[in-house]
Structure formats: C-alpha cells, structure tokens
C-alpha cells in the first residue's frame, strides 16, 4: 500500500490522535477517490461532515435552537458542526482561506477534545474527538493558518495520490494499545531536529503514528520499520534543511534490531534507530524539495499572497458576514433577524403574557426587546496604495530612476486583480514634487514617468513628507497605504530649502516619526553601494522594514517590494 492510501487508513483508524491531513492541490479526480476511499475506511456510522463557508459560531460550536426553544419554551440548545463530527471527520474546503477565528477554534477543539459555549443565557458542554482534512487550494503562496497546519500529522500533494487499495490484515489491537520504546521516540525526535522541524508536534504526531502502525500489523510494540514510516509520512514533509549525511561510527556487526510479534516482512535493519529513522525521512524527500531547501526556500509562508490585498477592514454596509453582534439597526446596520429572534427566545417564559401587557406587546407574539437585537458584522478588503518616494538626487540617480519606474510598471501590470493604485514621489535640488498620482493606469503611469528628470541635492525630509501626505489622503480615501523609500539616505537639504547636512538630518527623521506615528506602513530600500547608517536609522523611524539592495533590478526590486508588503495589516 502507497503512502497516500496508508495515511487514510492510518486516519481513519485514529483520526483524533492523528490530527488529519492537509491535502495540496487544486479540485481534481484523485483527489475526490483519496476522500472517498477514507470515508469507505472508517467505521459506517463515523459522521463526515464538510465546513460551510463562512460558518458562525452558532453552526459551528452550537447554539440556541430557535423553533425547538419557541415550541418547548424553555432554552434548547443545538449542537454545532465540531460536536456532530464527534469520531469522525471534517472536510475544510479553501483552507488556506478560513478565518483565524474559525482556524482558531478547530484548533482548540483538537487539543481540548470539547466544546463550551456560554452565551445568549444558555451553556453547554460536548465532548468531542475528529479529524480534519484541509484542502489546500492556495496559489502564489497562499497557505492554510500554521496553526491547523501544525496539528494535521499529514501532508499530502494532489499530484501523488494514486491509491493503492491493498487490502490489510485486520488486526485486533487498538490503534492507541500500541507502545513506542523510548529509543524510537528518541530517534524520531532526533530526525526531527536534522530536518530543521522546530515544531514539538511534529515529533508526537510521529510517535503516535508509529503506535497506529504498529497496532494496524497487530503489535502491541512498535518496531524500527513502524518509526522509519511514521517519519517518512510525517517528518519528511516537513523538512526545512538537508542535514549531514549520519556517520557510519558503529560496528558492521552491530546486533540488527528485531520487532517482538512481527509478520515476518519487515525488513532487517542494521544500526542505530536515529540512523534508520533519519535515512527513511530523508530517502522520501522529493528532487525538488531537495532543490528548493538548498536554495534555502522550503518553507511556504502561512501569510503570504502574491500581492498587498489590502487591510482588512470591520464595517456594516459592505463586505461579507463574519457574524453578529449586539447593537441597534440604524446607521447603516442591518438587522440579523434570526439571531435577533434567537437571543430573545430563551426569555419568552420570563416575558409571559402579563409581562407583554405591561409592556404594551400584543399577546400571542414572540417577545423581542432593545437589548435583543443583533446586527450584521461584515469585513471587506480595502483598496492598497503603493508610494514609491525616489530619490532622484546625484550622479547615480539615472540608475535608480530606471530601477523604479520599472518596478512600478510590472507592480502597475498586477494590480487591476488585486485592486490597488501606485504613486511616485520624487525629491532632488530643494524639494519633492508627486510625479504620479495614484493610479491603476499603466498608460498614464508610462507617460509620467518618461520625462522625470535626475540630478541635484537631496531634499530628504521634502520627500517623506510628501509621501505622508499621499498616504494620509489615500487612507482617508479608504484605502491601506504603504510608503516604499528608494534612497542612500545622504540628506543635505532641509525642509526649509537650505542646504546643511545637519539640519536636512534632523528634518527628516522628523518626517520619518510622523510617518510612523500615523500607523503608515513603510519600507526603506537602501541603494547606495554599501548600506548607509543613517539610511538604516531612517527606516527605523519610519517604524518599518529595512532593505539593503544596491544592485537590484527592476524585476528584483518589484519581487522585494511585494514580498515585504505582501502581509497586508
């Protein structure tokens, strides 16, 4: 049996002591057979159950049942989604676009094994044990949460699931009756730490898959093949560096280890299990995982995108629902009738029918008072805008007008998806002037940039200044600004147009705080030959980040600019 098929059986023996598995790849055939082939492994009556997008806490930690509460009146409480998939599993389609909230409460599920709810004058406790299947649909660096991440023992790539459907042996012994000696754990968390795995569960989710393994070959002990297995279903994967080859210190005529109830087809091992459960990690790791760990770019972001999205942003008139909350339906508020109706349910024995007449509430209704309402919480993306403020001052100045305006032009060839504008600001001689407003046109951004001329002192301050202010206005406008500075940070002229190293200093480290005080987002590219202190000092100032690159191109610059404003706040 191949890996993919042994790690749904493997889940479906123990899908809570595994955790689940995150599958990456788009919609595809061998998907869909790898998920129909674990539900046709696990027990008939074990719940599967799929994620609704954009799922509130009601669905999925449970709640007031409306009509059962206003047909017995009294409180009744519903489960929620993670309660009814108690012993078996649940699917999250998008995973790499779930909330944090709701990432965040799948995680405490898995580690706690319960559900708590206390709210809306009900309270409610449910044990509960699943797994999770994350389908990770991401593109351009787009990942699940880490977190959930974290906790799924496996990870499996779309292009690899052929499956093969070797019936096993049926083995009596329970998935969790199995023992891992120490030596085995030991040598599993050894792998682990050569693989550059900081993660302390990665090691226990090994463990616990070598103690299913072996319980799946009928032993209550596991061996050397059952640890070699288990880290190369859970530990190679999750490489982030190529270790050292293991020296071979230990004698030819070392006893081979011997597995204690075994079927007789594992294969005999020589030398030490750290060695062994190494060698098995590392024989499993794909050629262009290997390539990409040695160019030191294993390791996919959680957060990353291809572009800035824009901040996130609460609001009540736009966006899509991200729950409810307490509050009155007026200024633009929409009212969440059926939550409203569900807070008020619980009350209605409390609010009989004098309760009504005093209050002037027609007899037979259902009672809803002020502090019942509930209205829409909707979150939107707003628009990103980036500001390249360039330095177009001395000699070099050609280059680096050059540098930016291509950056600009390939940043410009992007954004219409994402929704974002760019502007350039330029300093030299005694000021800073806005050579491009902020814009989405390629064709006018070209036209502007074409004639900027270089050359001249470097008003620094001048040139930060301006930038705030496009910022400030863009963020007044709705949208997330982002300031990137292209300078060598030699300051020499001063706000107020005079020339002197000291007082241009001191102007623009005044303009840097302001930057920074209005919770702009900035990033500082140093383009001088070697990196310039006070360059360095500026960025720190702004309150952002810091980015020696004398000899970048406009590609490279475009690629550095995305990727530190990629973590849209």
């Known amino acids: ?30 998907r869909d057979a790898w998920l129909a082939f674990l539900r046709r492994r696990m027990a008939p009556d074990a719940p ?16 007031v049942d409306l009509v059962a509460t206003l047909a017995a009146g ?32 799948l995680c405490l599920a898995l580690d706690s094994s319960e559900i708590t709810i206390e709210r809306d004058g009900v309270s409610a406790r449910w044990r509960t044990r699943f797994g999770v299947v994350a389908l990770d649909e991401g593109i351009d660096g787009e990942a699940p949460p880490a977190a959930l991440l974290d906790r799924l023992a496996f990870r499996l790539n779309c292009s690899d699931l052929d499956l093969d459907e070797t019936e096993l042996p049926r083995s009596d012994v329970p998935p969790g009756a199995a023992e891992v000696p120490d030596a085995l754990a030991e040598a599993l968390v050894s792998a682990a730490l050569s693989l550059g795995i900081t993660s302390l569960r990665a090691p226990l989710l090994a463990v616990r898959t070598a103690r299913v393994l072996a319980a799946l070959s009928g032993r209550i002990v596991a061996d050397e093949t059952d640890a070699a297995a288990a880290a190369r279903l859970v530990l190679a994967p999750r490489a ?5 080859p293991p020296q071979q210190d230990t004698p030819a005529e070392a006893p081979p280890s011997s597995a204690p109830d075994g079927d007789g087809d594992s294969e005999a091992r020589e030398g030490p299990p750290a060695d062994i459960v190494l060698e098995a990690a590392l024989a499993t790791l794909p050629p262009d ?9 294993a390791a996919r972001s959680a957060s990353a995108t291809s572009g800035r999205a824009g901040s996130a942003r609460l609001g009540s008139g736009r966006g899509r629902p991200i729950g409810t909350r307490a509050g009155q339906p007026r200024g ?22 004098a309760a009504r007449e005093s209050a002037g509430e027609a007899p037979g209704r259902i009672a809803v008072r002020a502090e019942d309402f509930r209205i829409h919480r909707l979150k939107h993306r707003t628009e990103s805008a980036t500001i390249f403020c360039v330095d177009a001052s001395g000699s070099a100045a050609l280059h680096r007008l050059a540098e930016a305006k291509g950056a600009v032009e390939l940043l410009l060839a992007r954004c219409y998806a994402r929704r974002d504008q760019v502007a350039m600001v330029a300093f030299r001689g005694t000021h800073a002037e806005t050579v491009l407003a902020p814009t989405r046109s390629l064709t006018r951004a070209r036209r502007a940039l074409a004639g900027l001329p270089g050359g001249g002192a470097t008003p620094l301050a001048s040139g930060v200044g301006t930038a705030c202010e496009l910022a400030t206005a863009a963020r ?9 500075l292209l300078t060598d940070g030699r300051a020499n002229v001063g706000l107020d147009g005079v020339a002197g190293r000291d007082a241009a200093e001191r102007d623009a480290l005044e303009a840097a705080r302001k930057v920074r005080a209005g919770g702009i987002d900035a990033l500082l590219i140093d383009t001088a030959p070697r990196p310039h202190a006070f360059a360095r000092r500026i960025a720190e100032e702004l309150g952002g980040r810091y980015l020696a ?21």
């Not at 982030?240 to 050292?244: G, K, R, S, W």
């Open 332 to 353: 633009g508020n929409r009212l969440a009738l059926v939550d409203t109706l569900r807070a008020a349910a619980p009350w209605q024995a409390m609010r009989g029918p």
């Open 48 to 63: 599967h159950r799929r994620l609704p997008p954009h799922a509130g806490d009601d669905r999925l930690l449970g709640g």
């Open 74 to 105: 009294r409180p009744i409480v519903a489960r929620g989604l993670l309660a009814e998939a108690d012993g078996g599993c649940i699917v999250v389609p998008m995973a790499e676009r779930i909330e944090a909230g709701v990432a965040a409460r």
């Open 289 to 297: 995982l290997l390539r990409s760990l040695q160019d030191g770019s």
């Open 476 to 484: 007044r406008q709705g949208r997330s600004p982002t300031i990137v």
């Open 549 to 569: 690159l004398p000899y970048a191109d406009a590609s490279t610059l475009s690629r550095a600019v995305e990727a530190s404003t990629g973590r849209g706040r």
């Open 240 to 244: 982030e560096t190529i270790p050292a």
């Open 1 to 30: 049996m191949n890996d993919a098929a042994l790690a749904a059986v493997l889940i479906a023996l123990d899908p809570a002591g595994l955790g689940g598995a995150v599958l990456r790849g788009p919609p595809c055939g061998p």
